[in-house]
Structure formats: structure tokens, C-alpha cells
């Protein structure tokens, strides 16, 4: 299943080298193997994206396993 | 009356208008909407052609044509060494219904002569021209791609389920630089997906066995090892050394930490993630669309998806 998509992702890296194709950028594809589909959704930049969008509130690099709730779950784990 | 090269070429002349060198130099100094075709064999366009050429040898124009110029109604100007192939190929493609071609008249011998610029794609040994010789027979790839492709960097985040596949079709394909980031090693359960890896090499710190792997496969990858987790402390002067990033990630704070960075580095990320049977792909170019964050700006609570 992992075939599928690494596939894929080596297609776009070779596409974006060569330069020709459309790329995936702004589109989501989506791969139910059990179903054989795909479908693709358009994604959007978020103008309020804290880190690409007008704004930015992420100007550096952060403790992600703390932004992902490790940290705290460990923490709360250990104190019960 | 059998037709001598002579014939050939006067009727060629009759039909054909011939442009001269330094006409051809001015239009393309103005921007002009035309097509410069090169008619000659491989080995005198690897010597040197003319910038923004379509390169198509006269042996497979009337096959070719149409796949590298598609639209009849442009503007073409054929040209060759000499100035004499390209008359009568553009005699060829006038009779396929392109009806703006033209010669230019001295050919590549009267450009270099006039001084214009003259460029070269990098050269391919002789087993290069072998081995990626079907890259050559698609248009888009053509010998000038595979020296893009050569020329490029790519950093594998990951050498498992995803950075498997991708990493043997990236070094198939010729990518000059793969570096791969992993600092696990090969377990026996690896090897029902990660087909980069083998029995044989359970054990083995999965860099190591990724570039077994690689280099059997195409020897011309420069394969670089990055056998320790991506952290705050590494990554930024990892990622600086590469032109894309391939995220193969299989948890959820270094997906960030990827998306993040290379947004800081002004790197794109081809991005691939699975879960079960599921797949999702997609590219995040900075500022050219949206990044991980856009798309998920909340990580999914600890425990609810397993990394």
C-alpha cells in the first residue's frame, strides 16, 4: 500500500526537477486502496496560516512534541 | 529523372522562405512567439545548439513533430549545421500543415560564426546515454532533463514504507544526490513494505541498507547518510544542502517539523502519508500554495491515530 504513494511522491519529485507536468500544489489526492479509488480535493494557502499566511505567529522552530500533545499526555501519565 | 540532392533542395527553396542568423538573433532578443527546431543528430546538438531550441533529428521528424509542436499555426524556424537539412525539412512539415516555417539560411556554422550564444547540456558518458535511454524517448524528459535530474538533490525523510518506493524509483530515475534521513534499523516486520531493505540485512541501520540498495541499483547516485532522527538542533542545516524534500515521516511532530523548516528554507515538500489502507499525496511549494499547517493546523489528539 506505502507503494502506491511513494510512487507517487517519487513522479512529483521528478516532475518538479524537469519542470513539466502539473504538480500537486493545492491539491490533496486521496488513495482508498480497499475501494481502488482516488479523489482529489483543492487546498487552499490560509491566509491566517500561522506560518505561511499574512500574519505569521510561527517565526521559529518549536518543541513539536509539545505542539502535538506528547509531552503533556506523558506528563499526565506519569502524575496518575 | 532521378532527382539529384540538387533538385531536393531547389524545390525545398521554392516553397521555403530562408531567414537569416541574425534575424532569427533579433527576434529572440525581442520576445518573439516562435519555435527555433533543430533538425540535426544528437551528437551535433550535444555539442552545442541554440538556447530554447526543440532538438527533433531529421530521421524522426514526421514521427516527432507533432508530440513537440503540437500547435500547426506557429511560428517555426527550422535549422540545421549547414542550412541544407533544414530546407528540406522544413519542406516536410510545411506538407504536415505548418504553414509559418521557415530555414535559417548558414545554419549552426553562420550562428557560430556571428558570435551568438551557443549552450550545452551536460555531458552523458556513454553509459548513461544507455541506461536512461527510455527517459529519452519522452519529450518531457529528453536529454536535458536527465541532466536536471543528475544535477539534483533530494532528501529522503524517512527510509521505510514510503521512502522504500520512493527512494528506488528516485534512484532509477538517476537523481544525482539522494540523501536519506533514518535512524532506525532493519527489523524482520520492516520487510512485508519496505522494499528497500532485505533479509539479509536485518540489523543493518536502515541508511546503510538504503544505499546497498541505491547503488546496486544505479551506481550513479550519490547517496548521503543521515543516520540520526531530524530535530530542531539538525534540521535547517540538513535541509540546506538539498532542493526538495520528500516526507516520508511516520509521526506527527517531525511531519511538522519538516513542514515548518522547509517552509524556513524555502524548500518544497512532496508529501505522502498512509494509514491502513489509505493514502494521501500532495506538493507544499513555499508561497506557491499551502503548507501542512493549511491543511491540518491541529495535529490530531496523542493516541487517537498511531504514528
Same mark, same amino acid.
Given at each position: 500500500?506505502?507503494?502506491?504513494?511513494?510512487? +507517487?511522491?517519487?513522479?512529483?519529485?521528478?516532475?518538479?526537477?524537469?519542470?513539466?507536468?502539473?504538480?500537486? +500544489?493545492?491539491?490533496?489526492?486521496?488513495?482508498?486502496?480497499?475501494?481502488?479509488?482516488?479523489?482529489?480535493?483543492?487546498?487552499?494557502?490560509?491566509?491566517?496560516?500561522?506560518?505561511?499566511?499574512?500574519?505569521?505567529?510561527?517565526?521559529?522552530?518549536?518543541?513539536?512534541?509539545?505542539?502535538?500533545?506528547?509531552?503533556?499526555?506523558?506528563?499526565?501519565?506519569?502524575?496518575? | 529523372?532521378?532527382?539529384?540532392?540538387?533538385?531536393?533542395?531547389?524545390?525545398?527553396?521554392?516553397?521555403?522562405?530562408?531567414?537569416?542568423?541574425?534575424?532569427?538573433?533579433?527576434?529572440?532578443?525581442?520576445?518573439?512567439?516562435?519555435?527555433?527546431?533543430?533538425?540535426?543528430?544528437?551528437?551535433?546538438?550535444?555539442? *552545442?545548439?541554440?538556447?530554447?531550441?526543440?532538438?527533433?533529428?531529421?530521421?524522426?521528424?514526421?514521427?516527432?513533430?507533432?508530440?513537440?509542436?503540437?500547435?500547426?499555426?506557429?511560428?517555426?524556424?527550422?535549422?540545421?549545421?549547414?542550412?541544407?537539412?533544414?530546407? &528540406?525539412?522544413?519542406?516536410?512539415?510545411?506538407?504536415?500543415?505548418?504553414?509559418?516555417?521557415?530555414?535559417?539560411?548558414?545554419?549552426?556554422?553562420?550562428?557560430?560564426?556571428?558570435?551568438?550564444?551557443?549552450?550545452?547540456?551536460?555531458?552523458?558518458?556513454?553509459?548513461?546515454?544507455?541506461?536512461?535511454?527510455? /527517459?529519452?524517448?519522452?519529450?518531457?524528459?529528453?536529454?536535458?532533463?536527465?541532466?536536471?535530474?543528475?544535477?539534483?538533490?533530494?532528501?529522503?525523510?524517512?527510509?521505510?514504507?514510503?521512502?522504500?518506493?520512493?527512494?528506488?524509483?528516485?534512484?532509477?530515475?538517476?537523481? *544525482?544526490?539522494?540523501?536519506?534521513?533514518?535512524?532506525?534499523?532493519?527489523?524482520?516486520?520492516?520487510?512485508?513494505?519496505?522494499? &528497500?531493505?532485505?533479509?539479509?540485512?536485518?540489523?543493518?541501520?536502515?541508511?546503510?541498507?538504503?544505499?546497498?540498495?541505491? #547503488?546496486?541499483? #544505479?551506481?550513479?547516485?550519490?547517496?548521503?547518510? /543521515?543516520?540520526?532522527?531530524?530535530?530542531?538542533?539538525?534540521?535547517?542545516?540538513?535541509?540546506?544542502?538539498?532542493?526538495?524534500?520528500?516526507?516520508?515521516?511516520? #509521526?506527527?511532530?517531525?511531519?511538522?517539523?519538516?513542514?515548518?523548516?522547509?517552509?524556513?528554507?524555502?524548500?518544497?515538500?512532496?508529501?505522502?502519508?498512509?494509514?491502513?489502507?489509505?493514502?494521501?499525496?500532495?506538493?507544499?511549494?513555499?508561497?506557491?500554495?499551502?503548507?501542512?499547517?493549511?491543511?491540518?493546523?491541529?495535529?490530531?489528539?496523542? *493516541?487517537?491515530?498511531?504514528?
Amino acid at each position: 500500500m506505502p507503494g502506491v504513494i511513494g510512487v +507517487i511522491q517519487a513522479t512529483e519529485t521528478i516532475k518538479l526537477i524537469v519542470e513539466k507536468g502539473e504538480p500537486l +500544489i493545492g491539491r490533496l489526492l486521496m488513495y482508498d486502496s480497499l475501494a481502488m479509488r482516488f479523489r482529489e480535493i483543492r487546498i487552499r494557502r490560509d491566509p491566517d496560516c500561522p506560518l505561511c499566511g499574512a500574519n505569521p505567529t510561527i517565526t521559529e522552530l518549536l518543541n513539536y512534541e509539545e505542539f502535538c500533545g506528547l509531552e503533556v499526555a506523558e506528563s499526565a501519565a506519569v502524575g496518575n | 529523372m532521378p532527382k539529384t540532392q540538387q533538385d531536393f533542395l531547389e524545390e525545398a527553396r521554392r516553397e521555403i522562405p530562408e531567414v537569416s542568423v541574425e534575424e532569427v538573433e533579433a527576434r529572440r532578443k525581442r520576445g518573439d512567439d516562435f519555435i527555433l527546431l533543430d533538425v540535426r543528430e544528437k551528437d551535433e546538438v550535444r555539442a *552545442g545548439y541554440i538556447e530554447g531550441a526543440v532538438t527533433i533529428p531529421r530521421g524522426f521528424l514526421e514521427f516527432q513533430a507533432a508530440g513537440h509542436i503540437p500547435n500547426t499555426d506557429k511560428d517555426v524556424v527550422v535549422y540545421c549545421a549547414g542550412g541544407a537539412r533544414s530546407l &528540406l525539412a522544413a519542406k516536410v512539415l510545411r506538407s504536415m500543415g505548418y504553414d509559418r516555417v521557415s530555414s535559417m539560411a548558414g545554419g549552426m556554422t553562420r550562428w557560430r560564426d556571428a558570435g551568438y550564444a551557443v549552450v550545452r547540456d551536460r555531458q552523458l558518458s556513454p553509459e548513461q546515454l544507455e541506461r536512461y535511454s527510455r /527517459h529519452f524517448l519522452l519529450s518531457q524528459i529528453g536529454e536535458k532533463g536527465q541532466g536536471k535530474l543528475l544535477d539534483a538533490k533530494v532528501l529522503l525523510v524517512g527510509a521505510g514504507g514510503l521512502g522504500s518506493p520512493s527512494g528506488l524509483y528516485l534512484a532509477a530515475a538517476g537523481i *544525482g544526490t539522494l540523501g536519506i534521513v533514518d535512524a532506525d534499523v532493519v527489523d524482520l516486520s520492516n520487510l512485508q513494505r519496505q522494499v &528497500l531493505h532485505s533479509t539479509d540485512r536485518i540489523g543493518v541501520p536502515k541508511t546503510e541498507s538504503a544505499k546497498q540498495m541505491i #547503488n546496486a541499483l #544505479n551506481p550513479d547516485v550519490q547517496v548521503r547518510l /543521515h543516520n540520526e532522527r531530524l530535530t530542531v538542533e539538525n534540521v535547517m542545516a540538513i535541509f540546506q544542502d538539498y532542493d526538495i524534500i520528500v516526507d516520508g515521516c511516520d #509521526n506527527f511532530p517531525t511531519r511538522y517539523l519538516v513542514n515548518d523548516a522547509a517552509f524556513f528554507a524555502g524548500k518544497p515538500v512532496v508529501h505522502g502519508s498512509i494509514f491502513q489502507f489509505d493514502g494521501q499525496a500532495s506538493v507544499f511549494k513555499p508561497q506557491a500554495g499551502p503548507c501542512y499547517r493549511c491543511l491540518f493546523p491541529t495535529p490530531p489528539p496523542p *493516541g487517537m491515530v498511531p504514528s
